[in-house]
C-alpha cells in the first residue's frame, strides 16, 4: 500500500508516519521508485505498537525507541521483550536517602520473597511500590499489601497474560501488554471505586433510614 492509504488505515497522518520513519520507530518501506515506496501490514502492527506507547502509555520517543528496538531485536526472549515495555511504563522513581524509604524497601522486598515471584532487584515497580508504602506510613495506614498482591497475582495468571498473542507478532504481542496493563489498570481502580461505594450502601444505609 502506499503511504497514503497507510495513513488511511492506521489513521496517523501522513507527516506523523514521516516523523516516525525519520526517528527510526517506524521501518522503511520498500523503494518501488524515487519518490514512491510500499507499505504491508507490519507497518499497521507497528503504528498500533508505536500509537498504544505514545497515546496510551504515555511514554516519550526515547522510551519508544527502547521498546521498538526490542520489537526488533527477534534474538531478544518474549519475557525480555515484554519486560521492556513494562520498564518503561513504570514511571521513575527516585529512592530516598531516609530510614523510612529502606524500611519500606525491605518490606516490599520481603513480601516478594514471601510470594517466591520471580522479579529482578532492578525492577523499577519495587521502587514505586516502596514510595507508596513510605507515604501511607506517613499518613498513619496500615501497609497491608498481601490481599492486594493475592488479587494482583490472580488477575495476571488467569486472565491478563491469557490475553496476549504470543504467536503472532512481536508488534501486536507489546501493544497488548501495554493496553491490558494501562487500560484495565484503569479499569479495576475504577471498579474498586464502585465495590466501595455499593459495600457502604449496604454497610451503612440501613443506619442513614
Partial sequence: MRMSELSTESGVAIPTIKYYLREGLLHQGEQLTATRADY??????????????????????ASIKKVVEAVQDESLPIHELLGTAHYALSPAVEPEPTPEWETARAQ???????????????????????????????????????????????????????TIPYDGPRDAAVEALVLGTVLYGRAFDALRRLAQESESARRFAREAD
Fill in 108 to 162: 516490599v522486598d520481603a513480601l516478594l520473597d514471601r510470594l517466591d515471584w520471580q522479579v529482578t532487584a532492578e525492577a523499577p515497580a519495587r521502587d514505586e511500590l516502596a514510595q507508596t508504602v513510605v507515604r501511607m506510613h506517613q499518613l498513619g495506614l496500615t501497609a497491608d499489601l498481601a490481599p492486594y498482591a493475592a488479587a494482583a497475582e490472580r488477575l495476571v495468571t488467569e486472565v491478563e497474560l491469557n
Fill in 40 to 61: 504491508d501490514d507490519a507497518h499497521l502492527h507497528r503504528l498500533r505498537l508505536i500509537r498504544a506507547l505514545l497515546e496510551v502509555g504515555r511514554l516519550p520517543v
